[in-house]
Structure formats: C-alpha cells, structure tokens
C-alpha cells in the first residue's frame, strides 16, 4: 500500500521568501511518480509539478521545484519568492506502481504574509 | 475547451434521498475518478474508470456507485443519503498513457441533513 505523510498543517512565509512543504512517501514499488497540487480558497485543485521515480533531475516549474531525496523518500516542494496568491492548501500525491489512481496526503495550509 | 466539468456545484439533501452527480470532461481522457475531501483530509477515492463501460472500487466506495456509459461522462450516484456524506467531491481525468497528471473539476459542495 502506498501512504503520503505531509507533517506540517500549517505554514507562514513572509512575501518574497523562499518556503519549503514537506513530503514523505512510502511504496515499495520501483516505479512511481510524485505530485503536487495547490488548492486555493475558490476549491479548485491545481497541478503543481510532477516528478518521476527515474527522473535524474529535480522537476522545476517555474518558482516551483521539488526536491526529490529518493534514498529519504521525500518529495519536498519548494516555493521561491512567494507571492500572497500562494497562500493556499497545499497537496502531495503519489502514483506507483501499475495503480491507476493517485493517493493524497492530508494536506498543508500556506499562509504567505505581507 | 471547458476540461472538466461537474454539475451541480452546491446540493442540500435530507437523509435517505437520493441524488446524481454528473462529470463530463472533453479531453477524451481515459481514466476518470470521483473523490471526496472532508474538512482536514486529503481527497479520498470513491470510483474510478479506465474507459467506458468499467468501473473499480477506491478507497471509499460504501453508499455510492458509479457508471460510465459514455467515454465523456462519470456520474456518482448516492442511493439513499446519509449525513456522513456530507462533503466536497471532486471529479477527475486523466490520459490512459504518461503523465498522469489528473485534471480536476470544480467540485461539488453536498451537504446532508
């Protein structure tokens, strides 16, 4: 079974610095993916980032990267220069193996302060 | 272009009522998938679909089914409403091949009384 563990309900990051949402996961499968989803106040759910298990670099989008440490089972997201249209619940994913479905952690809240 | 909808977005129902809640998305995604999120979880998987006509069990799947009768459309049905319902559902799609990236519609706010 594949589990998602994100520890922090909630964060605060000053406007234009740098945050870091943590992300663990456990599979023990070979083959797997790792996402991020942003959700705003409005509800909708948006993708973020993905990483693939075999991907050599860390996936980056823009001013969002993720920091993929495979030997610790962390896929941490990191924010850069945050912006107050950040601030928003935060989701990690995972898809492994041959599953066909995404399983989520509990989610983080950001807070992006001015 | 509209991706994925979901009608309707707000519904009160009273217990043991029963309703159905439509998905349409026109991507001509594959797979689709009905969540639900209650407040301090992350999304929960009810069903899902690898194509038309299929459907498989989540993680969630008691008090609700599912049906895909059209490749474009997932619709979730609750037989007889219970107030532990009560919650947000998101539908879901995604292409058969890599990524995996699913697209997600607005949501649907079911309060049960």
């Known amino acids: 079974a594949q589990k998602i563990t994100q520890t922090q309900p909630g964060m605060f990051v000053q406007e234009k610095e740098a945050v870091t949402l943590d992300c663990t996961y456990d599979t023990s499968d070979q083959s797997y993916g790792l996402f991020w989803y942003k959700q705003p106040s409005s509800g909708e759910m948006i993708f973020l980032i993905y990483?693939?298990?075999?991907?050599?670099q860390n996936a980056t989008e823009g001013r969002y990267s993720l920091n993929f440490q495979k030997a610790r089972k962390s896929a941490n997201l990191v924010i850069s220069a945050s912006q107050l249209g950040d601030s928003a619940m935060y989701f990690c994913a995972m898809r492994a193996g041959s599953a066909r479905q995404l399983t989520f952690g509990s989610g983080t809240q950001l807070t992006v302060l001015p | 272009n509209a991706g994925v909808t979901q009608t309707p977005k707000f519904r009160v129902l009273k217990t043991g009522q029963s309703m159905t809640l439509l998905c349409a998305q026109d991507?001509?995604?594959?797979?689709m998938y009905w969540y639900r999120q209650d407040p301090g979880m992350g999304l929960r998987l009810i069903h899902y679909?690898?194509?038309?006509?299929?459907?498989a069990k989540g993680e969630v799947p008691d008090g609700y089914n599912v049906s895909r009768l059209k490749k474009q459309n997932f619709l979730l049905g609750l037989e007889s409403a219970a107030p532990s319902q009560t919650s947000v559902y998101f539908c879901?799609?995604?292409?058969?091949?890599?990524?995996?990236?699913?697209?997600f519609g607005p949501g649907t706010r079911l309060t049960v009384t």
């Open positions: 679909s690898v194509g038309e006509g299929t459907t």
């Open positions: 990483q693939g298990s075999y991907d050599e």
């Open positions: 879901a799609s995604r292409q058969g091949g890599g990524p995996y990236e699913q697209y």
């Open positions: 991507m001509n995604h594959e797979y």
